[in-house]
């Protein structure tokens, strides 16, 4: 209980904060650091595609992680946030930034245009059903739109496949105040899971997650890792970045355990073996 008060306090302070442009949510702070990671990435000349991801997501180390930072509005707004972020929103932002660097744009309406481009679903207009809730959707979205691709191969080490079957939103409405109330949108969430499930996807198995030279050739530095889980309803269970120690393969990830955005300490092996409803990884990267 003293938890929920906490985060209803912290959502409270931010919406006491923010500013709202058009359609889009932020504090001053959020505008000003986008700008200031933006010209520190142009200072130091980066152009590799994994040189940008790497920077931008060691910058964001330390920030709190704080769930549920999207859903503070009754009406469905760009939320931009930098300074609480989730896994979700952690990986979004890196990638916007990222975005922005590839297509040398600096400034934060670019950022806010590449968030809203990776976030909601082409073509439909700003609205909660538009914007991409389930992780294999938002890699589908934005595969289309030129911006990912999803690795399946080789096999080895994508041995297993994974089949979606999703539906947790509906079934769970109540836990989205979103939902609540709001039948139409509830109709357009259960159309949206119901035409991704039966989809199939490779995935490395969590007992291959291991130190190898094909593993190592397969996974780069700054690969999204989109953790899938045997939970009924979803497809996956946590995201973050893909960083290699000379130990092992590690992750980079806004997590709920440390409470901030860390480096992990852990191999994303032994990460994983702890947590019996995580049972492999799928891998997406960012196109050239």
Same mark, same amino acid.
């Given at each position: 209980?003293? !938890?929920? !008060?906490?985060?209803?306090?912290?959502?409270?302070?931010?919406?006491? *904060? $923010?500013?709202?442009?058009?359609?889009?949510?932020?504090?001053?702070?959020?505008?000003?650091?986008?700008?200031?990671?933006?010209?520190?990435?142009? $200072?130091?000349?980066?152009?590799?595609?994994?040189?940008?991801?790497?920077?931008?997501?060691?910058?964001?180390?330390?920030?709190?992680?704080?769930?549920?930072?999207l859903e503070v509005n009754k009406k469905e707004q760009l939320v931009v946030n930098l300074r609480q972020l989730d896994c979700t929103t952690y990986v979004e932002n890196v990638v916007a930034l990222t975005l922005c660097v590839k297509n040398k744009q600096y400034t934060f309406r670019a950022f806010c245009d590449n968030l809203k481009l990776i976030r909601y679903r082409k073509g439909d207009a700003l609205s909660y059903p538009a914007r991409l809730h389930y992780y294999t959707e938002w890699i589908d979205d934005n595969t289309k739109a030129g911006i990912c691709r999803e690795i399946q191969s080789?096999?080895?080490?994508?041995?297993?496949?994974?089949?979606?079957?999703?539906?947790? *939103?509906?079934?769970?409405?109540?836990?989205?105040? *979103?939902l609540k109330g709001n039948a139409a949108d509830r109709e357009k969430i259960a159309k949206m899971e119901k035409n991704l499930c039966g989809r199939k996807y490779r995935y490395i198995p969590k007992t291959a997650v291991r130190n190898t030279k094909l593993l190592r050739q397969t996974i780069h530095n700054g690969d999204i890792i989109a953790i899938i889980t045997n939970k009924s309803g979803l497809d996956?269970?946590?995201?973050?970045?893909?960083?290699?120690?000379?130990?092992?393969?590690?992750?980079?990830? $806004?997590?709920?355990?440390?409470?901030?955005?860390?480096?992990?300490?852990?191999?994303?092996?032994?990460?994983?073996?702890?947590?019996?409803? *995580?049972?492999? !990884?799928? !891998?997406?990267?960012?196109?050239?």
């Amino acid at each position: 209980m003293k !938890i929920e !008060i906490k985060r209803k306090l912290i959502l409270l302070a931010f919406l006491s *904060m $923010a500013c709202v442009v058009g359609a889009v949510q932020y504090q001053k702070s959020d505008s000003l650091k986008v700008v200031k990671l933006l010209n520190e990435a142009r $200072a130091r000349k980066l152009t590799r595609q994994q040189d940008c991801v790497m920077f931008f997501t060691r910058q964001f180390y330390g920030i709190p992680y704080v769930a549920s930072t999207l859903e503070v509005n009754k009406k469905e707004q760009l939320v931009v946030n930098l300074r609480q972020l989730d896994c979700t929103t952690y990986v979004e932002n890196v990638v916007a930034l990222t975005l922005c660097v590839k297509n040398k744009q600096y400034t934060f309406r670019a950022f806010c245009d590449n968030l809203k481009l990776i976030r909601y679903r082409k073509g439909d207009a700003l609205s909660y059903p538009a914007r991409l809730h389930y992780y294999t959707e938002w890699i589908d979205d934005n595969t289309k739109a030129g911006i990912c691709r999803e690795i399946q191969s080789p096999n080895p080490p994508f041995t297993k496949v994974q089949n979606i079957f999703v539906n947790f *939103m509906s079934a769970h409405s109540d836990k989205y105040p *979103m939902l609540k109330g709001n039948a139409a949108d509830r109709e357009k969430i259960a159309k949206m899971e119901k035409n991704l499930c039966g989809r199939k996807y490779r995935y490395i198995p969590k007992t291959a997650v291991r130190n190898t030279k094909l593993l190592r050739q397969t996974i780069h530095n700054g690969d999204i890792i989109a953790i899938i889980t045997n939970k009924s309803g979803l497809d996956t269970q946590h995201l973050g970045f893909a960083v290699w120690h000379k130990d092992g393969l590690h992750l980079i990830n $806004a997590s709920s355990v440390h409470h901030k955005v860390v480096e992990e300490p852990m191999l994303l092996y032994t990460y994983l073996q702890k947590r019996k409803t *995580m049972t492999g !990884i799928r !891998i997406v990267r960012l196109s050239d």
